[in-house]
């Protein structure tokens, strides 16, 4: 387990430590990792990319849409897109589009991959 402690780390150690988890696919770990972010960053639980990431890679696509479904629209485009795709849903097209050239470099970017556009 990597070493994180609350109090000693910041938002950016556990967020490295939670994406090497995920990327390594020891997704308990990361899980873990992330409670413990939320307690000693209560902010934190804004950031959904974690937990929707973790459920992707879990298979659990629905859970996945559920964190993000009902959100404003301009919150999490980037998530929604890729959800909706993963549901096989068809109005992901649409709103990968509508979010192509985002101010958001990472929405835009995400956006345009879902496309398969290069460029960001």
Known sequence: MIDIQPGKNGTLEFAQA???CIQADRLEEAEALLE???R????????LAFPVTIALKRG???EAWQLVNGLPDDRCPELKALCLR???DPSWHGY????????????????????????G
């Open 18 to 20: 939670i994406v090497a």
């Open 86 to 88: 993963m549901l096989n």
């Open 40 to 47: 000693a960053h209560p902010a934190s639980r804004e950031i």
């Open 60 to 62: 659990r696509v629905h």
């Open 36 to 38: 413990c972010m939320h």
């Open 96 to 119: 990968a589009t509508s979010h192509e050239d985002s101010q958001n470099v990472y929405v835009r970017k995400t956006m345009r991959q879902l496309l398969g556009k290069s460029g």
